[in-house]
């Protein structure tokens, strides 16, 4: 089971940090995303890190101003977003794959969050 929290309204240029727990013995196994989706579009993928924290990876309209990071002894995969903007606005859902892998598409991960909305204000 996957909670994400952190979900808020910010101005443009401000800051969240979002956080997604896990329960269970096995969360170190698992390849962690960071998905989004906006009132009328598709969910699209975010942010990913594998297992270990050594391979990770950003869409790139989020590069170089969101962070992924995991702490596998707290369960717990976080996404710092930095230098927020109005198109950042979308309900943001974690998700969990058994290969431990990064993945790119929504299919492939096994286990979801209920999302946190955020709200960017232009």
């Known amino acids: 089971q996957l909670q994400a929290s952190g979900g808020g309204l910010v101005q443009a240029g401000g800051s969240l940090r979002l956080s997604c727990a896990a329960s269970?013995?096995?969360?170190?196994?698992?390849?962690m995303g960071w998905f989004r989706q906006a009132p009328g579009r598709e969910r699209e993928f975010v942010a990913g890190?594998?297992?270990?924290?050594?391979?990770?990876y950003y869409r790139d309209s989020v590069k170089g101003r969101f962070t992924i990071s995991r702490d596998n002894a707290k369960n717990t995969v976080y996404l710092q977003m930095n230098s927020l903007k109005f198109e950042d606005t979308a309900v943001y859902f974690c998700?969990?794959?058994?290969?431990?892998?990064?993945?790119?598409?929504?299919?492939?991960?096994?286990?979801w969050g209920q999302g946190t909305l955020v709200t960017v204000s232009s």
């Open positions: 269970g013995r096995t969360f170190s196994n698992y390849g």
């Open positions: 998700a969990a794959n058994n290969r431990g892998l990064v993945n790119f598409d929504a299919r492939m991960y096994d286990y």
């Open positions: 890190v594998n297992w270990s924290g050594n391979s990770i």
